[in-house]
């Protein structure tokens, strides 16, 4: 066997070398809240810096049409957590300060499936899957958490450009079950959470880790620190974003001090659109139509970006087809890790797509909107049949932006693909719903 330097490095790290199993790979997921199509200079946003995710575009792979499960924060992290739609855990709607419900016992999250294979598992950030005790990340295959249970906006006394309630209790900063402070200072809060995220990647030792980093900004209301304030070309959003561009440099340096950085697999992305109705504190949809709450595309495709040195290509820019759903069994492909049992799963495993083995195939995906399914896209073809409208029809690899409606050119199409989404309507079993 002829190595290079770099291969037989790799070879000895993963222990392949002295006979032992090759050691699994960390897996890192940062899920950025609210952030849109448009928002990255890598997406082509034209005044946002954002070095570090660019840089990680190059070394890594760029998806194009990568999807949530849902518009919205709470649904969309059921389905990246569960990799199922959210109509099967009950998780379609926001969760607020008062729900008494959250993600259902019956469910298995990825960090369960991971923790299954060996993995420490943290969470850091933002997890609105329920706030009360027997909901929180602990109890959820989660070795450890640090963060805010649920929106930053839901709050006592409205900070800038958001609404709040006084009927919601001061804003808690949790660390495992514990509330320890309220309302922290939103300023420091992703400096905070990223120091946290570096701790848990220093500490690492003997078992793989998985950590779920969920920011809380984006979503409004926004706050950057001092750092950072004023910084940026593009506002105040702009100086948030790049913060959190800063954040996932500070990963990515800290995996590569501390020898990790060839064996750990760092996928970013958003929960879910730009929320276009708090204006210029929103982001942008980039070319896409609409944004958070719609489903039309700008509320449900965001930036993907995976990296892998030495297993996933870098400078890659994919267009095939991935949602959210597809990261539980693409992590545990990754990972080795079993299936949960008797579970039926809406994702499929995209390691063949990451490593660059398979450029994706024809897939069909639902757009679920709270209890109500909007639209199918199969392929390029997108079927919209939101209520009191006729359906609309695009091809979306012509027509990103949902321009042009092709239901009268196209009947035929337009009759098999309602007929797709009817079928899955009525046999898309519907758990409680958790409110
Ligand atoms: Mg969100």
Redesign the pocket.
Known sequence: MNLNRRQFAQLLASGAALGAAPRKPNIVMIYA??LGYGDLGCYGHPTIRTPNLDRMAREGMRFTQWYSAAP??TP?RAALLTGRYPVRSGLTRVLFPQSEGGIPESETTMAEVLRGAGYRTAAVGKWHLGHLPQYLPGRHGFNRYFGIPYSNDMRPVAGPGAGASPKHPPLPLVRNGETIETEPDQRKLTARYTAEALATIREQKQNPFFLYFAHTFP?VPLYASERFLGKSRAGLYGDVVEELDWSVGEVLRTLKETGQDQNTMVVFS???GPWLIKKELGGSAGLLREG?GTTFDGGMRDPCIARWPGMIPGNTVCAAQGSMLDLLPTFASAAGAALPKDTVLDGEDMMPVFTGKSPGKERTFFYWNINALEAVRQGAWKLRVAKDAPPTLHNLEVDPSEKYDLAAQAPERVAQMMAVLERHRSEMPRAPLQV
Do not use: E, L, R
Request: charged residues 40%; negative net charge.
């Open positions: 809240d609210d919205v924060c969309s979503h958003s929960d879910n958070k």
